[in-house]
């Protein structure tokens, strides 16, 4: 793969040296937040194959279409049910449940915003939730950063629990032969441990902070949550097919079928229902204003980092960080599993997590023999996960939830600055790695 991607180089250039100069770069201009980060993707993406690190195939294989399709399937679901009043209903529901507290709905929607992470993936529950926050937040009149700072966060925390929640833990529970039980044994346990210092953290930094107008208050306790609905008969169609996609997304291993093809599916089927007998004519203008609320700028700056990604993993930047790992350890467990858990975070934070799962996962099974056959991997099978997973709460880049999340606010007017993001959320992954490190040290390797 090196020798192929290298061949067509500039001036024989390195092509290690080339990709890995040209990913430091993209991060860097993203990260001087001068110029859109989708721009700057794209451009770098344009440079890995105009200098001859990859070929336009091998960029193209190295999209992941299974997160674009999930990304937009699930942006359409949300942009057709949103015109029922569905997440209307559920902020003034969500409202009224904390008394119109600020600090108490901080708290309920980051614990909602893991639970449902953890059964559906974080993704998904981002893109539900964080409508849902930009209305309770207009209502109450309080900053949304805070609110939405806290969701990705959890969402993040709340999809490394079990095999569903995150794209890492799928490939690592297929390659391993773990169950959805094995994850939720194994790895609930100190998610709920990161969960709540992260709540305490949360409460510590805005929570005591907060606070409401008592008249915006009254307004929102004297709401009937059902005069949100001002579309009964498309509320029910909703409904119908978004339990059908999170039914889908449970039994996906079992079905044969990918999440983005769930998710697109889904939105085929909502939107074939929602424009049943309307004329051609209002069919099309519905779509026009449905397919407008896609965070197109969110999506097309995956397609260009994905294929920044690309080139590195082409030309053997990330297994030669693998190796790395394994010469640093010298082959003891304890000291391997705490590597891998702090490399996967660390890396996780700044590139995407897939490709360096894939990347240590034929790695990992080759120290089978070393650490006694199958069994002797778990512990670096679960540092693998939580760090991969923990890890992409450390940037605004660092996950898919995080770009979901900031592409929604961006567009209703909410700035979600590289630099602000990392200052807050860096300490905090740090802070979670940290428990993880304590939890696997003390479960597995005493």
């Not at 024989?12 to 991060?27: C, E, M, N, Q, R």
């Not at 999170?246 to 909502?270: K, Q, T």
């Not at 030309?315 to 304890?334: R, V």
Request: hydrophobic share 55%.
């Amino acid at each position: 793969m090196i020798g192929e991607s290298a061949s067509g180089v500039w001036l024989g250039w390195d092509p290690l040296w080339v990709s890995t100069a040209l990913l430091i770069a993209t991060y860097g201009v993203i990260m001087t937040e001068r110029v859109n980060r989708a721009i700057v993707a794209l451009v770098g993406a344009g440079l890995m194959i105009l200098t001859g690190v990859l070929t336009q195939k091998q960029a193209l294989a190295g999209e992941d279409f299974n997160t674009l399709a999930l990304l937009i399937g699930m942006m359409l679901l949300v942009a057709v049910s949103r015109k029922s009043g569905m997440f209307q209903y559920l902020a003034i529901w969500s409202a009224k449940a904390a008394k119109g507290r600020p600090w108490a709905i901080l708290a309920l929607l980051t614990l909602v915003t893991a639970v449902v992470s953890a059964l559906l993936d974080n993704v998904t529950t981002v893109l539900l939730i964080a409508p849902v926050t930009l209305v309770i937040t207009e209502q109450l009149r309080v900053p949304p950063y805070p609110f939405l700072f806290t969701e990705i966060l959890a969402s993040n925390i709340g999809g490394t629990a079990t095999l569903i929640g995150d794209p890492p833990n799928i490939i690592i529970g297929s390659a391993a032969g773990l169950s959805f039980n094995d994850f939720v044994v194994n790895l609930t346990p100190v998610i709920v441990i990161v969960l709540a210092a992260q709540l305490l953290v949360n409460h510590l930094i805005w929570g005591r902070a907060l606070r409401v107008d008592e008249t915006a208050r009254t307004r929102i306790m004297a709401f009937n949550p059902r005069q949100a609905i001002t579309d009964w008969p498309l509320l029910r169609k909703s409904l119908l097919v978004i339990g059908l996609v999170i039914l889908a997304f449970i039994l996906a291993r079992a079905i044969g079928l990918e999440a983005g093809s769930i998710a697109l599916s889904g939105a085929a089927l909502l939107l074939l229902l929602d424009n049943l007998g309307r004329p051609a004519e209002e069919q099309t203008h519905r779509l026009n204003g449905v397919f407008s609320e896609v965070e197109w700028i969110t999506i097309f700056f995956f397609v260009g980092l994905f294929a920044v990604v690309a080139g590195v993993e082409h030309a053997g930047l990330l297994d030669w960080f693998a190796g790395q790992i394994l010469s640093a350890t010298g082959g003891g467990a304890a000291a391997t599993a705490l590597v891998i858990l702090w490399a996967s975070a660390l890396l996780s934070a700044i590139i995407d997590n897939i490709p360096f799962v894939a990347t240590m996962i034929p790695v990992i099974k080759s120290m089978a023999p070393t650490f006694g056959g199958p069994e002797g991997l778990l512990p670096l099978w679960w540092s693998l996960s939580l760090g991969a997973c923990l890890g992409g709460n450390g940037t605004l880049i660092g996950a898919s939830a995080n770009l979901t999340v900031a592409g929604i606010a961006e567009r209703a007017g909410i700035p979600f600055r590289f630099m602000t993001f990392l200052k807050l959320a860096f300490p905090m992954m740090l802070m979670s790695i940290v428990i993880s490190m304590v939890y696997v040290y003390v479960r597995y390797l005493t």
